[in-house]
């Protein structure tokens, strides 16, 4: 039976022309300018194996809030889950961030499998504009 | 596998200015196919949430098709980058001419050493003839 073996959050990831995977700026937090803010795209790349081929995978993601709430796509344009031989690569877009602390990021394969991955999120403060002469 | 999470093999990986993970051309565990040549590739481990800040000092070997081994001191040249849980081993120029399966082994921590096998086949290398036409 197919299963995840681990879970990666990133900005960006994609298959290149020999079908292998590229992840660009694998993420363990998140530093955001300010609250609220819509995030415009992290991708979630999870390595998936002993999946057979042509056989269909049942998936689910969900975001779960600092404050527990869960949540999901708000669009169907918001979510793109595209899936390799090895690997599922999904795509979320516009996420709304509205709070500080600990957002889970989860995935499930069919309803006895969840694969979970938590990133905190933080508020930096904004750098001051350097004076150039 | 101890203290590491998972490993894979990439083309190429480093660290962005921010310090985030960045992977090029991953294949999956044990089933990176290759030409016989001189290779530049990268090995990338996920240490475990228990490694902490233990010293890994690592140690990687290489084993032929035939079962030959070879090390940092007989040609395997290495450099290696550790930022939070993740380990780059780069490898710049490894030899890899025989046909068959090389594995790699690398042995990680001092205390109690992990060891990781990561496995490269080596087919023969199709030339191609190319015919160029052209005029200047």
Known sequence: MARIEWMLPCELAYFDRHARICMVGVTTQLLLPSLPMEMRQLMLVARLVDHRPGHALDLGVAIRTPGGEWIGPSADDNIHVEVGSEYILITLRDLPFAQEGVYRFGLHLAPEQFVAVDIPLFVMASAKPVECH | ?136
């Open chain 2, 1 to 136: 596998m101890g203290i590491v999470d998972w490993a894979l093999t990439c083309d190429f990986a480093y660290f962005d200015p921010t310090g985030r993970l960045c992977v090029i051309g991953a294949d999956a565990n044990g089933a990176r196919r290759v030409t016989s040549g001189t290779h530049r590739m990268t090995l990338v481990a996920h240490l475990g949430a228990e490694c902490g800040d233990q010293h890994l000092d690592p140690v990687l070997a290489l084993r032929s098709p035939k079962g030959e081994w070879r090390a940092h001191d007989d040609g395997v040249r290495f450099t290696r980058e550790r930022r939070g849980h993740c380990l780059l081993v780069h490898l710049p120029d490894v030899v890899l001419t025989e046909v068959g399966t090389y594995t790699f082994e690398l042995a990680l921590g001092t205390k109690d050493p992990t060891l990781l096998e990561l496995s490269v086949v080596v087919h023969e290398a199709r030339h191609q003839r190319v015919h160029l036409h052209g005029a200047y």
